[in-house]
């Protein structure tokens, strides 16, 4: 096929877009036969329907892009609260243990206290009323009294 050809073929396309349809369809139905009329038809058919099938297409890439760039903010926004979170978690992890690290220091000067408050209570009550107990109170005994 030279390009003479092909500048020929391009030719008769486009005279074939500019005689259709037909403004006399008698002439045009004269001038060809109808296998001639039939084979134009489909080749204009089959033109349109690519045309419309790259307008599909089109459409289609320019949903899916449009899908890709939302899901693209969606999972930067997710990836924004999951790093939040992950702070949030960590803060809270380091003051729940310094809570209970908290806990067992004021859980043990309690009983600390409670003890504490048994000797002195002890120590207070007269001597008839423990009869096993001795006036003398030991040098602990009093350190322990004097921290009240």
Known sequence: MSPNDHLSFTS???????DFPPQNPL?????R???EISKNKRVISNRESARRSRIRKQTHLEDVKSK???YKMVNHELMNRLRSVNRNGQIFGQENQRLEVELVMLQEKLYNLHNLLELHYTLMLPSSTWPCVNNNVTQNQLSLVTLL
């Open 33 to 35: 036969s109808n296998d």
């Open 27 to 31: 002439v045009f139905s004269s001038s």
């Open 68 to 70: 890709i760039t939302r």
């Open 12 to 18: 008769f396309l486009d005279n074939i877009l500019v």
